[in-house]
């Protein structure tokens, strides 16, 4: 199918962006990624496309106050491979499952972020740190947590006049560690399930929190702090992985019935994704914890 007509407009300021959006059925383009499937299938029939790109103040990419600043029309593969990525470990250990290189290449991180899709990486690792939103209209701006942006699937708390046009992420401390995991049938497509993990060590107190994604109508975070501490009263706080991801599995069952708010559809059942998110929560917030040693660790001895 081909997408159903539509005006298309590239303004070059803020100003003239929001003119043009607030055009009755106006729909915001940057990456296109998400978008241009939606009007291929007619899933989506906007009167007008607004090409933010050549808006040069939305392609910034920056550190500031302890996080890093990603425009709304920064690439993917860009926060990829620059540096600054280093200071969120999560993004860069989430952005490689990202669909393939060529669509890193084109889609936004913000793009995805708006998109919220339940299945994508982008949202699951903002809600893990829970990243701040930043929202701009002719009104002026706000800034909105993770923790209350995603309100269902492809929902969020994003007014009709409101443009994304930056997302905040923490840059990590010392003594915290991540990881992050999914399963997909191949490599590329959405997530039948997957888990962003996060866990800080501060001398012998350990706090952690997952969010799982792919098992609900958006990214679902839980605290594990308890059942972490749980599993390490049994191994050590000097724990072998696999120690720790077997005294972990015990608990995640449980975990994974709490999180899993889905029926089931023609890729995987309920019970499936409840098995995947076990497993993987185990492994991941296992590898985080030790992370999180070596970095306690690391300041400790510098």
Not at 106 to 129: F, K
Not at 231 to 240: F, I, K, N, R
């Amino acid at each position: 199918m081909k997408a159903a007509p539509f005006a298309y407009v590239r303004p070059g300021t803020i100003d003239d962006t929001f003119a043009e959006l607030g055009r009755e059925g106006a729909k915001v383009l940057a990456g296109g990624q998400s978008l241009v499937p939606v009007l291929a299938m007619r899933m989506g029939r906007p009167s007008t496309l607004v090409d933010i790109n050549a808006v040069p103040e939305l392609n910034t990419l920056s550190r500031s106050n302890g996080s890093i600043r990603v425009g709304a029309t920064v690439r993917q593969r860009r926060l990829q491979n620059d540096d600054l990525s280093a200071l969120v470990p999560l993004l860069r250990l989430a952005l490689p499952w990202i669909g393939h290189r060529e669509i890193r290449s084109r889609g936004t991180v913000c793009g995805s972020i708006a998109h919220a899709d339940p299945s994508a990486e982008l949202p699951a690792v903002a809600s893990c740190l829970d990243a701040t939103m930043v929202l701009t209209c002719p009104r002026g701006r706000r800034e909105v947590r993770a923790s209350d942006f995603f309100t269902g699937a492809m929902s969020t708390v994003i007014e009709p006049d409101e443009l994304l046009t930056e997302v905040l992420f923490p840059v990590a401390v010392s003594g915290e560690g991540f990881g992050f995991g999914e399963f997909a049938r191949r490599h590329g497509d959405f997530a039948l399930a997957g888990v962003a993990a996060r866990v800080r060590t501060v001398g012998s107190a350990t706090d952690a929190r997952i969010t799982c994604f792919g098992i609900a109508d958006h990214p679902v975070t839980a605290d594990i702090s308890a059942p972490l501490r749980i599993a390490l009263e049994q191994v050590g706080s000097a724990p072998t992985e696999s120690d720790l991801r077997r005294a972990l599995a015990v608990q995640a069952d449980d975990i994974a019935a709490d999180v899993v708010d889905t029926g089931g559809d023609a890729h995987a059942s309920a019970a499936y994704r409840r098995q995947l998110i076990a497993g993987l929560l185990s492994r991941e917030v296992s590898r985080a914890y030790l992370k999180s040693i070596r970095s306690a660790s690391e300041v400790a001895s510098s």
